[in-house]
Every structure is written in structure tokens, then in C-alpha cells.
């Protein structure tokens, strides 16, 4: 006969019952008389009147009597086992519930604690080894093992994190290589036994139990979470592998997180670094000009980037002769900053040896050539020397862009190419040294690429024909305005397209004899609504003229002009297309206030000739404008600069009442 139990075996067995279970079967006992037994579901009972508790397919055991109440018969005992039955089905289900609501509260519990406690690890400012060392003694304390460890695959070696006990760098990356794989899914890997945990890790230290599982990093090196040797000997239960995979996902944000962070002080660091290098650059960059009677000087270095792969340099010998350098490093960046630094070196040095440009360029490129060959980049270079005393400039470009040169007696921009090759490409520099004599009024414009490179939405560049276009407006107005000028002109020529590489201009202008006391230099887009501006920079240039009573109308007379003139640019020369620019100058001297303005539009002949035709007693409808400018100003002069260039020059003299 199988071995039945009374209620202290059934409570034992099952620890199932309710309290109002308890007092019902302990009443039972005193009414009656008469033990109640219960036997598990292995093991069917051998009393006539039995009771099967739960469900027909998942029996929770048998309650059964092996003798009948005195004085009860055998259908209303067995009613009463039936009853009692329920009621015990009832309590057991009950707890089953309240089992599992327990779990998940747990569950929930624990997943909150693990999440609360890795905030306060991710919240400190430990470096990273700290920080995982930190998560792994959470999962050791969260899930009761022996050993908790965090295993990362890094480009040099796999290393592990863990705590109250050793995972070495070949055990990890013996754990990595089996749960890392192509075919990885993020669900844990559990095994309960040490056959199981030796079928998974063979090379492996032996384990009793092993949860682990690959972590869903998204930026952080590929990593693992291993638990190992769970302090119950029966293993990893189900509740652990799930609270397992979801506190994954904490630890994977954390390293994610880590990861950004080290990038971010990286990126920090760096740029400090960035900032102080660029610092250091732009001091070497001279801070003055020679004073010279007879010259003007400014200059510019737009940085495409933080640091600047050109350069510009004025050096000034004893002897009063003055070193100009600009150049422009193949690259961008701290290399094309260094390189900068060591040829601005260099080039001083050997000008202390000679004045003659080309000298210059060749040793500096024969001394660099090595450094520059190994790092595989070179220089393109702009030297000369300007000897005051003489009005000689001695020049020569190696790889350059053309300095433009605007000739005063020709009043015309004339390029000076360079004669040599880029430094750096050869170990021997052949060059040869040009020269020039600078009149009153001349202008050099000595820039690099990314000035005349600068490019538009539309793909288009400056050009060398932009800068001209400058020089033809400008070149009467002192050095920093014709600066100013360029600039302007390069950046309404962009828009809104950032600056593609770095901008280098140095200005040295042969002052004039006369010069205007009020200059203002401005560039404009092709629109008639520009005309407002132009008002507007009219009156700054008259300064107190705008005001004076005395001079009414001839401020009328100069603003009618300047609106004509604009006009019939917009209108003929651009055929409203505001793409184009118009360069101006407005010049307020003594005697006079004068309006230089250069567009490349149509051509204005056809109109001039027309203009000579026209009957004053039977005047056309339209087409005054040129007739109203002429009328209005003193000095008129028009000229056609092919292929493509339009300059006007007008005059208007200074008379009190006029």
C-alpha cells in the first residue's frame, strides 16, 4: 500500500492551504473523529472514497478516507471529501497566483533595484574600468552567484570586468568566441549543471551553472554579461534568465553611454588642443606693417577649419627692404599647421641670408624637401621683396595663384604668374626672380585659392574675374577697403555656401598724391532694391554734406545719377538677374565727390552711340537714364573692357548753392 500522510504531511507537501482550509480540516478531525489523507499524484489512492484535486490533466493529488465518520454514510462522506476538495483546489490555486504575483512583483523589483543602481554608477564620474567593475558587483549582489563579469572585444585584445573572483583575458575570450557569433540572438544562454556548462565552454574553468548573454550595444565594442555558479544549488531558475535579458539592455546603454562620454572627452581634449594650436598659428601671423611714406598694407587668414593651412608673413630687414610671403599648405588641419610653422621658419632664416626671392624660395624648399617628401604633401608659395627706396618689387611665384597687379598708368589689372613649381615636389627648386616697379596708385593683391575657388550653389567659382571686377571699382580707395571689398564680393558671390578652404588676401598699395578724405567700397547684388542701400551708404560717405542745408541740390543731383546709373545696370546690363554683383566706390574728395562702379553685364556702346542721335526738341518716351546722368554730373566716362566688363566713373564738382 502507497504511503499516505494526514494534514501535517499534506500541509508540508503542498504548503498550499488557507488559513480557512486549516480551521475547516481541523474541525473536520474533531468532528469526526477520522484522519483525512492525501496522497500525491504518483501515487493513486487505494480508499473507496477518494477525491482527485486540480484539473484531470495536472492532478494536484488525492484526498481520500479510510474509514467512514460514525454514523455518516458513504454518499454524504464522499460529498464531503468532494467539498473539501474544492476548497483545498481553491487555496491551492490561490497561492499558484499569488506565487506568481509575488514573482513578477520581484521581478519587477529587481529589474527596478538593477536599474536604479546602474543610474548611480552611470550618475559618478569613475573612468570606465571603475564603472563596469561597479555593474558587475550589482549582478553578483542582484542574482546571487559567485562570479559576475563583463567581457569586451576591442580591436587589440578582449578583456572582462568582474568581481569576488577571476575571469581572465583568455577565459573571456573564450566566453566572447561562444556567445558572439553571426548567428547571435540577444536571449540568455543557461545551463544548470556542470556536464551543460562544459558542453558550452569546454576550455572553461569548471562550473556549476553559467547565465550569460550577448549585450545589444549599438556604438560599445561587441560585450558579453556572464553570471557564474548560482549560490542555489539548483541552478538558474527561468525568472533569472528573463530579468537576465532585460537588465542586458541597461548594461548595454551603459556602455554605449561610456563610450560617448570617452569620445566626448576625446573630442573635449582635442579641441582644447585644436584651440590652443590655432591660438599659437594665428600669433605668429605679424601683427603690423612696416610704416612706409609711400605704402599701404592689409591683409587677412580665414581659417576654413579651426586651423588654417595658409600663411601670410611680412618681414622687415635692417636695411629697410621688406620680405612678403603667403602660402598655401596641400591640406587642412594640425599637419598643414605644423608644416606652416616650419616653412615660416624657414623662410625667415634664409631671408636673413638674401633678399633675392628666388634665393629664398629654393632653399627653403631644398631644406623642407626631405620633411615634406615624407609626409607626402607640398606648398605652393608666393615670395617677394619690396624695396621702397627703389619702388621695386621682386617677386616669384612657386605653384602660386597670380598675384593681380592693378597698373595705374595702364588702368588695367595685369596677372603676375608663377615662373616654379609648388615646394616640396622636387628636392630643386628652379626659379627665377621677377620684377616690377610700383607707381602711385598701383595695387597688389597677393591671395590664395580659396579666394578666387570659392564656389556658389551652383558649382560656380569667383574666379580671378571676380577679384579683377574688384580692383577696377576699388583701386582708388585706401588698402583695407579694397580688403573689404574682396571679401564682401567672395561672400555674396557664396551665399550660402560655407567657405570651402581656407582665404589668405595681402594687400600693398603705391599710395597716391591725392587722397579722398571719405572712401566707402561696397559690392551689391544686381537688384533694383539694392538702390535703398546705395542711398543709404551715400549718405554715410557725405557725412555732414548729407545735412547742409547748402548743398540740397547737389545731393539731389549726385542721387539722381547714382539711381540712373544703377538702373540701367539692373536693367540692361543684368536684365534683372540678381546672380550678378555690382562693385562700387564712392570717394568724397576736397573738390569733388566721385562714383566708380564695374559690372559684367552687357555691353553700354549701342546706348552711348544712341545717345549722340537723340533730338533734344523731340525727345524719345523712354530710354533718358544715360541722358539724365550726363546731364546731372560733371564728368561722364564710360569704357568697354572685354570680354565682358562695364566701368563707369562719374563725377559731380563740391559748389556751395549747387
Given at each position: 500500500?502507497?504511503?499516505?500522510?494526514?494534514?501535517?504531511?499534506?500541509?508540508?507537501?503542498?504548503?498550499?492551504?488557507?488559513?480557512?482550509?486549516?480551521?475547516?480540516?481541523?474541525?473536520?478531525?474533531?468532528?469526526?473523529?477520522?484522519?483525512?489523507?492525501?496522497?500525491?499524484?504518483?501515487?493513486?489512492?487505494?480508499?473507496?472514497?477518494?477525491?482527485?484535486?486540480?484539473?484531470?490533466?495536472?492532478?494536484?493529488?488525492?484526498?481520500?478516507?479510510?474509514?467512514?465518520?460514525?454514523?455518516?454514510?458513504?454518499?454524504?462522506?464522499?460529498?464531503?471529501?468532494?467539498?473539501?476538495?474544492?476548497?483545498?483546489?481553491?487555496?491551492?490555486?490561490?497561492?499558484?497566483?499569488?506565487?506568481?504575483?509575488?514573482?513578477?512583483?520581484?521581478?519587477?523589483?529587481?529589474?527596478?533595484?538593477?536599474?536604479?543602481?546602474?543610474?548611480?554608477?552611470?550618475?559618478?564620474?569613475?573612468?570606465?574600468?571603475?564603472?563596469?567593475?561597479?555593474?558587475?558587483?550589482?549582478?553578483?549582489?542582484?542574482?546571487?552567484?559567485?562570479?559576475?563579469?563583463?567581457?569586451?572585444?576591442?580591436?587589440?585584445?578582449?578583456?572582462?570586468?568582474?568581481?569576488?573572483?577571476?575571469?581572465?583575458?583568455?577565459?573571456?575570450?573564450?566566453?566572447?568566441?561562444?556567445?558572439?557569433?553571426?548567428?547571435?540572438?540577444?536571449?540568455?544562454?543557461?545551463?544548470?549543471?556542470?556536464?551543460?556548462?562544459?558542453?558550452?565552454?569546454?576550455?572553461?574553468?569548471?562550473?556549476?551553472?553559467?547565465?550569460?548573454?550577448?549585450?545589444?550595444?549599438?556604438?560599445?565594442?561587441?560585450?558579453?554579461?556572464?553570471?557564474?555558479?548560482?549560490?542555489?544549488?539548483?541552478?538558474?531558475?527561468?525568472?533569472?534568465?528573463?530579468?537576465?535579458?532585460?537588465?542586458?539592455?541597461?548594461?548595454?546603454?551603459?556602455?554605449?553611454?561610456?563610450?560617448?562620454?570617452?569620445?566626448?572627452?576625446?573630442?573635449?581634449?582635442?579641441?582644447?588642443?585644436?584651440?590652443?594650436?590655432?591660438?599659437?598659428?594665428?600669433?605668429?601671423?605679424?601683427?603690423?606693417?612696416?610704416?612706409?611714406?609711400?605704402?599701404?598694407?592689409?591683409?587677412?587668414?580665414?581659417?576654413?577649419?579651426?586651423?588654417?593651412?595658409?600663411?601670410?608673413?611680412?618681414?622687415?630687414?635692417?636695411?629697410?627692404?621688406?620680405?612678403?610671403?603667403?602660402?598655401?599648405?596641400?591640406?587642412?588641419?594640425?599637419?598643414?599647421?605644423?608644416?606652416?610653422?616650419?616653412?615660416?621658419?624657414?623662410?625667415?632664416?634664409?631671408?636673413?641670408?638674401?633678399?633675392?626671392?628666388?634665393?629664398?624660395?629654393?632653399?627653403?624648399?631644398?631644406?623642407?624637401?626631405?620633411?615634406?617628401?615624407?609626409?607626402?604633401?607640398?606648398?605652393?608659395?608666393?615670395?617677394?621683396?619690396?624695396?621702397?627706396?627703389?619702388?621695386?618689387?621682386?617677386?616669384?611665384?612657386?605653384?602660386?595663384?597670380?598675384?593681380?597687379?592693378?597698373?595705374?598708368?595702364?588702368?588695367?589689372?595685369?596677372?603676375?604668374?608663377?615662373?616654379?613649381?609648388?615646394?616640396?615636389?622636387?628636392?630643386?627648386?628652379?626659379?627665377?626672380?621677377?620684377?616690377?616697379?610700383?607707381?602711385?596708385?598701383?595695387?597688389?593683391?597677393?591671395?590664395?585659392?580659396?579666394?578666387?575657388?570659392?564656389?556658389?550653389?551652383?558649382?560656380?567659382?569667383?574666379?580671378?574675374?571676380?577679384?579683377?571686377?574688384?580692383?577696377?571699382?576699388?583701386?582708388?580707395?585706401?588698402?583695407?577697403?579694397?580688403?573689404?571689398?574682396?571679401?564682401?564680393?567672395?561672400?555674396?558671390?557664396?551665399?550660402?555656401?560655407?567657405?570651402?578652404?581656407?582665404?589668405?588676401?595681402?594687400?600693398?598699395?603705391?599710395?597716391?598724391?591725392?587722397k579722398a578724405s571719405v572712401s566707402r567700397a561696397f559690392v551689391l547684388p544686381a537688384a533694383l532694391s539694392s538702390i535703398q542701400r546705395i542711398e543709404s551708404i551715400l549718405g554715410?560717405?557725405?557725412?555732414?554734406?548729407?545735412?547742409?542745408?547748402?548743398?540740397?541740390?547737389?545731393?539731389?543731383?549726385?542721387?539722381?545719377?547714382?539711381?540712373?546709373?544703377?538702373?540701367?545696370?539692373?536693367?540692361?546690363?543684368?536684365?534683372?538677374?540678381?546672380?550678378?554683383?555690382?562693385?562700387?566706390?564712392?570717394?568724397?574728395?576736397?573738390?569733388?565727390?566721385?562714383?566708380?562702379?564695374?559690372?559684367?553685364?552687357?555691353?553700354?556702346?549701342?546706348?552711348?552711340?544712341?545717345?549722340?542721335?537723340?533730338?533734344?526738341?523731340?525727345?524719345?518716351?523712354?530710354?533718358?537714364?544715360?541722358?539724365?546722368?550726363?546731364?546731372?554730373?560733371?564728368?561722364?566716362?564710360?569704357?568697354?573692357?572685354?570680354?565682358?566688363?562695364?566701368?563707369?566713373?562719374?563725377?559731380?564738382?563740391?559748389?556751395?548753392?549747387?
Amino acid at each position: 500500500m502507497p504511503q499516505m500522510s494526514d494534514y501535517g504531511s499534506l500541509m508540508s507537501a503542498r504548503e498550499a492551504a488557507s488559513p480557512t482550509v486549516v480551521n475547516f480540516l481541523n474541525a473536520w478531525r474533531a468532528a469526526t473523529g477520522v484522519e483525512l489523507y492525501f496522497d500525491p499524484p504518483s501515487s493513486p489512492p487505494q480508499h473507496a472514497l477518494s477525491f482527485q484535486l486540480g484539473h484531470p490533466d495536472a492532478p494536484l493529488g488525492y484526498l481520500s478516507l479510510d474509514s467512514l465518520p460514525t454514523g455518516m454514510p458513504p454518499t454524504q462522506a464522499q460529498a464531503f471529501l468532494e467539498m473539501c476538495g474544492g476548497l483545498l483546489t481553491a487555496a491551492f490555486s490561490e497561492r499558484q497566483a499569488a506565487d506568481r504575483l509575488s514573482a513578477e512583483v520581484m521581478e519587477a523589483w529587481n529589474r527596478l533595484t538593477f536599474v536604479y543602481r546602474l543610474n548611480e554608477v552611470i550618475s559618478r564620474p569613475e573612468r570606465s574600468a571603475t564603472m563596469l567593475e561597479s555593474v558587475a558587483a550589482i549582478a553578483r549582489e542582484t542574482f546571487e552567484v559567485e562570479t559576475a563579469f563583463i567581457a569586451q572585444r576591442n580591436a587589440h585584445s578582449d578583456h572582462s570586468y568582474s568581481t569576488h573572483g577571476t575571469v581572465s583575458d583568455e577565459g573571456a575570450a573564450h566566453f566572447l568566441n561562444t556567445l558572439i557569433t553571426p548567428a547571435a540572438v540577444l536571449e540568455a544562454t543557461m545551463a544548470n549543471s556542470p556536464d551543460e556548462c562544459l558542453s558550452l565552454f569546454p576550455s572553461a574553468p569548471p562550473m556549476r551553472s553559467f547565465l550569460g548573454m550577448t549585450l545589444p550595444t549599438r556604438i560599445a565594442p561587441p560585450s558579453i554579461i556572464g553570471l557564474i555558479n548560482h549560490i542555489s544549488h539548483e541552478g538558474f531558475s527561468p525568472n533569472d534568465r528573463v530579468l537576465l535579458e532585460n537588465a542586458a539592455e541597461q548594461t548595454a546603454a551603459l556602455l554605449d553611454n561610456i563610450v560617448l562620454n570617452e569620445r566626448r572627452t576625446a573630442n573635449t581634449r582635442l579641441l582644447r588642443e585644436v584651440e590652443i594650436a590655432s591660438f599659437l598659428q594665428s600669433s605668429l601671423l605679424p601683427s603690423k606693417f612696416p610704416k612706409l611714406d609711400r605704402y599701404e598694407f592689409a591683409t587677412i587668414n580665414l581659417p576654413a577649419a579651426s586651423m588654417s593651412g595658409d600663411f601670410y608673413d611680412v618681414i622687415e630687414a635692417e636695411n629697410g627692404d621688406v620680405g612678403f610671403a603667403v602660402i598655401d599648405i596641400a591640406g587642412k588641419g594640425i599637419p598643414a599647421a605644423m608644416l606652416t610653422t616650419m616653412i615660416r621658419t624657414t623662410i625667415r632664416g634664409q631671408f636673413r641670408n638674401t633678399h633675392n626671392a628666388a634665393a629664398v624660395l629654393s632653399m627653403t624648399n631644398r631644406e623642407l624637401y626631405d620633411d615634406m617628401s615624407r609626409i607626402e604633401s607640398f606648398a605652393t608659395a608666393f615670395f617677394a621683396v619690396l624695396i621702397p627706396t627703389a619702388n621695386q618689387f621682386n617677386y616669384v611665384g612657386a605653384g602660386h595663384t597670380s598675384t593681380l597687379w592693378w597698373q595705374s598708368s595702364s588702368r588695367s589689372t595685369v596677372p603676375l604668374p608663377s615662373v616654379a613649381l609648388p615646394l616640396g615636389i622636387f628636392e630643386e627648386l628652379e626659379a627665377r626672380q621677377q620684377s616690377i616697379t610700383l607707381n602711385a596708385g598701383d595695387v597688389l593683391v597677393i591671395y590664395s585659392d580659396g579666394v578666387t575657388e570659392s564656389e556658389n550653389v551652383e558649382g560656380k567659382v569667383f574666379g580671378e574675374q571676380g577679384l579683377a571686377d574688384v580692383l577696377y571699382a576699388t583701386h582708388s580707395a585706401p588698402a583695407d577697403k579694397i580688403l573689404q571689398a574682396i571679401l564682401d564680393s567672395a561672400s555674396l558671390h557664396r551665399g550660402s555656401q560655407p567657405l570651402g578652404d581656407d582665404l589668405t588676401v595681402l594687400i600693398i598699395k603705391a599710395s597716391e598724391s591725392e587722397k579722398a578724405s571719405v572712401s566707402r567700397a561696397f559690392v551689391l547684388p544686381a537688384a533694383l532694391s539694392s538702390i535703398q542701400r546705395i542711398e543709404s551708404i551715400l549718405g554715410s560717405t557725405l557725412g555732414a554734406l548729407a545735412t547742409d542745408p547748402r548743398y540740397v541740390t547737389w545731393r539731389d543731383e549726385i542721387h539722381l545719377g547714382i539711381v540712373e546709373l544703377m538702373t540701367n545696370i539692373v536693367k540692361h546690363a543684368y536684365d534683372h538677374d540678381p546672380s550678378f554683383r555690382i562693385h562700387a566706390l564712392f570717394s568724397l574728395y576736397a573738390d569733388r565727390f566721385t562714383i566708380d562702379m564695374i559690372d559684367s553685364g552687357e555691353s553700354f556702346e549701342g546706348e552711348i552711340k544712341q545717345m549722340a542721335d537723340i533730338d533734344p526738341l523731340n525727345p524719345p518716351e523712354g530710354g533718358l537714364g544715360l541722358h539724365i546722368i550726363s546731364a546731372v554730373m560733371d564728368v561722364v566716362d564710360y569704357k568697354r573692357i572685354e570680354p565682358s566688363r562695364n566701368q563707369w566713373h562719374l563725377e559731380k564738382k563740391l559748389e556751395v548753392g549747387s
